[in-house]
């Protein structure tokens, strides 16, 4: 008990200020035939026999380098644990690709199995955002059950229906009822680059799409949330390279920063957007995988998440029906700026997200 709480205080330490006892090398996996780019960072004052985790990155620019991603696993460096980092260059791209979490994972795990620094025994996985679902479900994999010994997700979706319907309309479940949260509208000019052209009716609207691509591309590159006014240039210039008849097409994906988007419009174009993305990458619905996990997964979720709301993540619980779900939703992070809340609530969360930390940093 006092290692394991030890581990959480070293952790937590780390994360509330950068520390510099970590070693982080840059890494050549092997996916499938693919040559990978991976972080590994590591303690300084160990060299082997330790515990490992892989950690999936999910849909953004900087990929591995995302600033948050980064400070997780050097705090855990800070605590005793390895992690690689996996690059996706297909995720950095923006292209929804969850078929790609499974070999990556198996990637990582070849060159940690040769490393001779980490222990000899499963390793855990962590996902976040888009990368979430599709790293626990790996589990599900013949080839990676053996290899997996916990998983872990933050702030990840279970229903592409429900997280569409949200992106689209800022509507999502709320205990008995339904709640409403400002979309970050970064979520659906990713949903629509990669889909639109797929949806009935749209087949025409590439430049749509492309446009679309580009600005959250720069959204991502800028990193400042997605709703900031800065980007009203922007999107005034990209809509002017679309043709007038499909204009309007674009104001319902990205209009300018104190624009209303049209509910029912929106609403109707999630769902078309969620027939399409099925059709054309089924796996983008995790359920089935998850079904066949078997093990602890802990969940962490931000309760004003605006990208993927927190009611994705209680649906994670619930499709893991043959796995150890343990799911804590907490004020304290998620993928846009954090809405204020009151200082007493502190009282609440910190301890809270705490003890969730704690459960992850010493499941293996």
Known sequence: M?????????????????????????????????????????????????????????????GRAHGQLVRFTRALAHAG??????????????????????????????????????????????????????????????HLRDEIGVACGFGGYCSIRHTFHFMMTGQHDAGHGTAHLRADPYGRWIVAANYLPSVPGHEDAIDVAEALRTLAQHAGDVGAASWDPLYDPTIDELRATIAEERRSLFDLFAPNSGAAVADAAAAAMGEQLEEAARRAEPAIDPTNALAEVRGAVHLLHGRKDHLIPYSESERLAAALQAGDPRLTVTRLFGHSAQDPFPLFASIVEVPRLARALGAVLNAL
């Not at 004052?45 to 330790?50: E, I, M, P, R, Y």
């Open 2 to 62: 006092l290692i394991r709480s030890s581990r959480t205080l070293s952790y937590t330490r780390a994360w509330l200020r950068t520390p510099n006892d970590f070693v982080e090398d840059e890494v050549t996996l092997d996916r499938d035939g693919v040559p990978v780019l991976a972080t590994l960072v590591r303690p300084r004052a160990h060299t082997q026999d330790l515990p490992a985790w892989v950690v999936m990155h999910g849909i953004t620019r900087p």
């Open 81 to 142: 644990i390895a992690t690689i980092v996996p690059e996706v260059p297909e995720w950095r791209d923006l292209e929804l690709a969850p078929g790609l979490s499974a070999p990556s994972i198996a990637a990582a795990i070849r060159w940690l199995r040769g490393s001779n620094v980490v222990r000899d025994e499963p390793v855990g996985v962590v996902g976040f955002s888009f990368g979430a679902p599709h790293a626990i479900g790996a589990w599900s994999d013949p």
